[in-house]
């Protein structure tokens, strides 16, 4: 499976964005998929997952109540609604699609896609 994810851009502090990932390839409904993101000079780090049906979502403690994932399995879309965006957010966005139903922060996603930049200006 491809997966491609899209949304990414400048936006100030306060502000919104939706970052939308799409699969190609095959179906990636019975998948769990989640979001990461990696800031220049750091480690990736998890950010939310969403479980197949979108049934049990997972936050990072540091995007809780800002963040929102979400999923279209008819289009094969997972969406990362960010609000309330502040500059320690500024990070290349990676999603991500474990090969379970249930991803969580301490397991890697089996495919990745490439990152959006998403730049959070103060």
């Known amino acids: 499976v491809q997966l491609q994810a899209s949304g990414g851009g400048l936006v100030q502090a306060g502000g919104s964005l939706r970052l939308s990932c799409v699969a190609s390839?095959?179906?990636?409904?019975?998948?769990?998929v989640g979001w990461f993101r990696q800031a220049p000079g750091k480690e990736r780090e998890f950010v939310a997952t969403?479980?197949?049906?979108?049934?049990?979502?997972i936050y990072a403690d540091s995007v809780k109540g800002r963040f929102t994932v979400s999923r279209d399995n008819a289009k094969n879309t997972v969406y990362l609604i960010m609000n309330s965006l502040k500059p320690e957010d500024t990070a290349v966005y990676y999603c991500?699609?474990?090969?379970?139903?249930?991803?969580?922060?301490?397991?890697?996603?089996?495919?990745w896609g490439q990152g959006t930049q998403v730049t959070v200006s103060s």
């Open positions: 991500g699609a474990w090969l379970s139903s249930y991803g969580n922060r301490n397991n890697s996603p089996r495919y």
């Open positions: 969403i479980s197949w049906n979108g049934g049990s979502t």
């Open positions: 390839g095959r179906t990636f409904s019975n998948n769990a």
